[in-house]
């Protein structure tokens, strides 16, 4: 089985192009071997929805390491397998303009797969396939909106598809890290 890295960012504001946090989970031969969380200082404004929705405070990241320095832990661990989030163009939307906004140099692309989207061929009988509706359909533990939370429950959600005959293969995609945008199948 290959390795997989589900991430979740949340953001301070609609423009969606700093963290104010960051949660990872790796999963491995069918279980989650490793996890990662923090809060990140985006050094930008918040805007009065985004600290209601994921009750992160100006205050509370300005204590927080900067995304350059949350970057030195959390590459290696981005780097170690396939990318994995929940409406996953949004997170690596994010993580690209990030990378961009520090002058950080990783990859011009990076493979990912989409939980939401997966959940959408797995589950098709639900009202929707939004992080909540399938971690209740589940019975996964989630605390919506934190990104550690979220991150591991999307990990978990990947597991219970694996688990219902999901081809992961199926629904791997590449994304332009340089241009903040998901590549055409069968590009290059």
């Known amino acids: 089985?290959?390795?997989?890295?589900?991430?979740?960012?949340?953001?301070?504001?609609?423009?969606?192009?700093?963290?104010?946090?960051?949660?990872?989970?790796?999963?491995?031969?069918?279980?989650?071997?490793?996890?990662?969380?923090?809060?990140?200082?985006?050094?930008?404004?918040?805007?009065?929805?985004?600290?209601?929705?994921?009750?992160?405070?100006?205050?509370?990241?300005?204590?927080?390491?900067?995304?350059?320095?949350v970057w030195k832990d959390l590459e290696p661990l981005l780097s170690s397998g396939i990318l994995l989030a929940h409406s996953a163009a949004f997170d690596m939307s994010v993580l690209s303009k990030c990378l961009r906004a520090y002058g950080i140099r990783w990859r011009a692309t990076a493979e990912y797969l989409c939980t939401c989207q997966m959940g959408r061929r797995c589950c098709r009988g639900l009202e929707n396939h939004r992080l909540n509706t399938l971690c209740a359909h589940f019975g996964i533990p989630l605390d919506h909106h934190q990104a550690g939370s979220d991150s591991r429950a999307c990990a978990e959600l990947l597991l219970r598809y694996l688990d219902l005959g999901a081809d992961p293969a199926q629904f791997l995609r590449t994304y332009d890290l340089l241009h903040s945008r998901t590549l055409p199948r069968g590009h290059g």
């Open 1 to 69: 089985m290959n390795r997989y890295i589900a991430f979740d960012v949340e953001t301070p504001n609609s423009a969606n192009d700093r963290m104010s946090a960051i949660g990872a989970a790796a999963v491995e031969d069918g279980r989650i071997v490793e996890t990662f969380s923090t809060l990140v200082n985006p050094e930008t404004a918040f805007a009065p929805f985004n600290v209601a929705l994921t009750g992160i405070t100006p205050a509370m990241a300005a204590a927080a390491p900067t995304f350059e320095a």
